[in-house]
């Protein structure tokens, strides 16, 4: 069975930092691109990073700016981490990670990507 699990977010002041996390089950995840959306009530959801199945290529949102740093590591299952600097009350939303089919290629649109984590709300306060 197929499982993305997230855990990690919460309440933070601005300029903070947080650590999400996902880890991957089920779907032979060693080998597949995985990546982090965000989606603020009423907007659409928005790409945040990326990481291919070998972990060597990463891609950011313009957003960004360096803040940001995606990993992974895969063990018996595969987790996947987002560590982020210098948050800003503009990122806060629900936050997804998401993953897609062997070997695939990353993609910063959401439509490609199959499997989807349960969510973990982010709120920064000015």
């Known amino acids: 069975q197929v499982r993305l699990v997230q855990s990690g977010g919460g309440l933070v002041q601005a300029g903070d930092s947080l650590t999400l996390s996902c880890v991957a089950s089920g779907g032979g995840f060693s080998e597949a691109p995985m990546a982090w959306f965000r989606q603020a009530p009423g907007r659409e959801r928005e790409f945040v990073a990326a990481?291919?199945?070998?972990?060597?290529?990463?891609?950011y949102g313009d957003f960004v700016k360096g803040r940001f740093t995606i990993s992974r590591v895969t063990d018996r299952n595969t987790q996947l981490e987002l560590q982020m600097n210098s948050l800003e009350p503009e990122g806060s939303a629900e936050y997804f990670c998401?993953?897609?089919?062997?070997?695939?290629?990353?993609?910063?649109?959401?439509?490609?990507?199959?499997?989807w984590g349960q969510g973990t709300q982010v709120t920064v306060s000015s």
């Open positions: 998401a993953a897609r089919p062997f070997r695939s290629s990353i993609s910063s649109s959401s439509a490609p990507w199959e499997y």
């Open positions: 990481i291919d199945w070998v972990g060597s290529y990463r891609d």
